[in-house]
T-cell receptor, first 112, second 110 residues
Framework: SQLAEENSWALSVHEGESVTVNCSYK?????LQWYRQKSGKGPAQLIL?????REKRNGRLRATLDTSSQSSSLSITATRCEDTAVYFC????????????FGSGTQLTVMP | DPKIIQKPKYLVAVTGSEKILICEQY?????MYWYRQSAKKPLEFMFS???????DNQTASSRFQPQSSKKNHLDLQITALKPDDSATYFC?????????FGPGTRLLVL
């Protein structure tokens, strides 16, 4: 079973709109990471949010973390066509673990 | 310039054969990883290496063998290939918490 899982298979918005991708996880974590994967490319990290943080920003991206409900969200404002990608949340199964466990991902399509 | 190089980009193999996937990173990282992504499953962790030593192995099959000849190299040898091995294999490296992924090798086993 997945340690972390996005809550939607696919989302679509029009350019300029905002969108939020949600993720839930099953175990205690030290950090949760959001990655983006564009078609034909490897995943690229967007934001890492630690368990003692509630919010983290990176330009148009904003991640939140709620350890009480074991959930996280990634919001993108002023979306652009180039934001079209699969968005993953990922966690490590334990502190100091070398592996990342990814959710199944949410396909975001931004239409002109 | 690409910082993580994976070769080849595409690979077609016949069932039962052996292939080696190449990975080189030029980020100066000490930790390297292999992940697999197939149509049926999410991105799956396979191996992690640190300073050329195996740290974690989540691959049940011994047909998958990582090989680290240099600090910035982590190749993946796959023997007795099966159609189920068809997937995109990603190499990654890290210094701390952020893992940087290569472009992947897309393997098709016929």
């Amino acid at each position: 079973s997945q340690l972390a899982e996005e809550n939607s298979w696919a989302l679509s918005v029009h350019e300029g709109e905002s969108v939020t991708v949600n993720c839930s996880y099953k175990t205690s974590i030290t950090a949760l990471q959001w990655y983006r994967q564009k078609s034909g490319k490897g995943p690229a990290q967007l934001i890492l949010i630690r368990s003692n943080e509630r919010e983290k920003r990176n330009g148009r991206l904003r991640a939140t973390l709620d350890t009480s409900s074991q959930s996280s969200s990634l919001s993108i404002t002023a979306t652009r066509c180039e934001d079209t990608a699969v968005y993953f949340c990922a966690t490590a199964p334990s502190s100091g673990s070398w592996q990342l466990i990814f959710g199944s991902g949410t396909q975001l399509t931004v239409m002109p | 310039d690409p910082k993580i190089i994976q070769k080849p980009k595409y690979l077609v193999a016949v069932t039962g054969s052996e292939k080696i996937l190449i990975c080189e990173q030029y980020l100066g990282h000490n930790a390297m990883y292999w992940y697999r992504q197939s149509a049926k499953k999410p991105l799956e962790f396979m191996f992690s290496y640190s300073y050329q030593k195996l740290m974690d192995n989540q691959t049940a099959s011994s047909r998958f063998q990582p090989q680290s000849s240099k600090k910035n190299h982590l190749d993946l040898q796959i023997t007795a290939l099966k159609p189920d091995d068809s997937a995109t294999y990603f190499c990654a490296s890290s210094q701390e918490d952020t893992q940087y992924f290569g472009p992947g090798t897309r393997l098709l086993v016929l």
